[in-house]
Antibody
Framework: QLQLQESGPGLVKPSETLSLTCNVSGDSISRDGFHWGWIRQPPGGGLEWIASIYHSGRTYNNPSLKSRVTMSVDTSKNQFSLKLSSVSAADAAVYYC??????????????????WGQGTLVSVSS | SYELTQPPSVSVSPGQTARITCARDALPKRHTYWYQQKSGQAPVLVIYEDDKRPSGIPGRFSGSSSGTVATLTISGAQVEDEGDYYCYSTYSSGDLSVFGTGTKVTVL
């Protein structure tokens, strides 16, 4: 079955760039109709969508983070990645990768994150 | 801005009904999804497209939507239903995904 696994440094220094990778196993990341996304959750806080990407490379970003976020996809490795620049303490969070599925329902475009990785904790400290 | 507002907490006794609301701006209708998150775990979808239940989710979970408010109902709440619940919707032709502020459900 499809599984997602986040990986990357657990500690990033302020002002540096956070880099995470999500490895997808059990299915091809290039399967039509499936997008791939990142969501984060600060300690004790709520969920925040960061960005999503299609295997073509088209990305969708949260406007509140847009200027600092870069997503990429590597279909040969069946993985996708997140880079968040100029991090601060406010970026400390558990970062989840997830499959992002879009559908048209009753004429409305809608989406859901139907499969999630276990999450990886990223701290920001010098 | 697109915001989904939920009550911070809901508390019920075992066997009672818990209702969690998700209020959005007066924008065109959007479908609402509900996620359950238990401590230290990734979120799990419990309701999709306003009122549909994924396979494996107990029948005590139901969803509804009227106007600008979506509601998740847990009928006959169990202790194992404790956790945080988030509503979710998609906006702007799919370019924007928004989670609600989250509700902590306590069953005791």
């Amino acid at each position: 079955q499809l599984q997602l696994q986040e990986s990357g440094p657990g500690l990033v220094k302020p002002s540096e760039t956070l880099s995470l990778t999500c490895n997808v196993s059990g299915d091809s990341i290039s399967r039509d109709g499936f997008h791939w996304g990142w969501i984060r959750q600060p300690p004790g806080g709520g969920l925040e969508w960061i960005a999503s990407i299609y295997h073509s490379g088209r990305t969708y970003n949260n406007p509140s983070l847009k200027s600092r976020v870069t997503m990429s996809v590597d279909t040969s490795k069946n993985q996708f990645s997140l880079k968040l620049s100029s991090v601060s303490a406010a970026d400390a969070a558990v970062y989840y990768c997830a499959r992002h599925v879009f559908r048209v329902v009753q004429g409305l475009l809608t989406s859901q994150f139907d499969l999630w990785g276990q999450g990886t904790l990223v701290s920001v400290s010098s | 801005s697109y915001e989904l507002t939920q009550p911070p907490s809901v508390s019920v006794s075992p066997g009672q009904t818990a209702r969690i609301t998700c209020a959005r701006d007066a924008l065109p209708k959007r479908h609402t999804y509900w996620y359950q998150q238990k401590s230290g775990q990734a979120p799990v979808l419990v309701i999709y497209e306003d009122d549909k239940r994924p396979s494996g989710i107990p029948g005590r979970f139901s969803g509804s939507s009227s106007g600008t408010v979506a509601t998740l109902t847990i009928s006959g709440a169990q202790v194992e239903d404790e956790g945080d619940y988030y509503c979710y919707s998609t906006y702007s032709s799919g370019d924007l995904s928004v989670f609600g502020t989250g509700t902590k459900v306590t069953v005791l």
